[in-house]
């Protein structure tokens, strides 16, 4: 793909426009792409952050055409904000993931959770919207968050299908897993959930169109199973603090990610944990098996 700017929608098959938010960071890649399906009325998924030129730019793409739903993967304040006032302005209802309230324990590392998030209709595994050649199907993928969804549009370009992974799956990292919301048992889970699949491209929230999604997915549970390895050999040696684990395993990258591969860490020794793996007393953590 061609370099991408803000707020200029591009067409990626007859169906499906995105259009790029002027949220760029070390979490959010180049910014929280927001989807448009259909052509002569539309669905708009993940509509972004509250930023007023940033909602005018999604106005504009929609050209005047009637808009079905607001469809939200799930409620971090990259991707929900923006759709009150789209909403507002549009007429449509907001529709998919649950609401979410939670008070954090720790500092979190990515965009914090959108607590104003109010939908119209909560979507559950199987649920749909469509309009005019279109229909976007909700797939529960929990793990980076506990309301996450993805969603399935069988009409797209080639007859295969194709999937709007939101932040489950995206296309220039792995998916931050964030204790205590952030389960990755659940995590895990919903990666497996999507190998028997068979929809030809994933659109996510963040980077580029996937093109093999199958060999993705099985790359990163084949990552995720490395990490817990990792983990492992670091406690055999010697019992750690989180702290202590990412200094010696996460070498060599930004130290502004530093507080996400502590969470990430976190999220795998409560799954170790939960299977009687690995123990903590005190901060020190070590492994029992």
């Not at 808009?67 to 929900?80: F, G, M």
């Not at 030809?200 to 817990?228: N, S």
Request: proline share 9%.
């Amino acid at each position: 793909m061609s370099e991408q700017l803000p707020g200029v929608p591009e067409q990626l098959e007859p169906l499906v426009a995105r259009l790029l938010a002027p949220n760029p960071s070390p979490f959010t890649h180049t910014g929280t792409q927001v989807h448009l399906v259909g052509t002569t009325d539309l669905a708009v998924i993940d509509p972004g952050p509250d930023d007023p030129a940033h909602i005018d730019a999604i106005v504009r793409a929609i050209d005047g055409r009637p808009v079905r739903a607001i469809v939200i993967t799930h409620t971090h304040r990259d991707h929900s904000p923006g759709s009150r006032p789209l909403a507002a302005a549009t007429g449509a209802p907001i529709v998919g993931c649950a609401p979410l309230a939670l008070d954090d324990a720790g500092i979190r590392a990515d965009a914090s959770f959108d607590r104003d998030y109010a939908p119209d209709r909560v979507l559950a595994e199987g649920d749909s919207v469509s309009g005019a050649g279109w229909t976007l199907t909700a797939l529960a993928t929990p793990g980076h968050t506990s309301n996450h969804i993805a969603f399935v549009l069988p009409q797209a370009q080639d007859g295969a299908g194709a999937l709007f992974s939101g932040d489950h799956v995206m296309g220039w990292s792995t998916s931050i897993v964030s204790p205590p919301d952030g389960n990755m048992t659940a995590y895990m889970a919903s990666l497996e959930k999507l190998l028997p699949r068979t929809e030809r491209r994933y659109y996510p929230a963040h980077g580029d169109p996937i093109e093999t999604p199958q060999r993705l997915v099985r790359g990163m549970l084949g990552h995720r199973k490395q990490r817990e390895g990792q983990i492992l050999r670091t406690l055999r040696a010697a019992p750690a603090t989180i702290g202590e684990m990412v200094s010696r395993m996460y070498v060599g990258i930004d130290p502004r990610l530093f507080p996400a591969a502590e969470r990430s860490v976190l999220a795998h020794l409560i799954d170790l944990r939960d299977r009687a793996r690995v123990a903590e007393q005190g901060g020190l953590w070590s492994v029992t098996a």
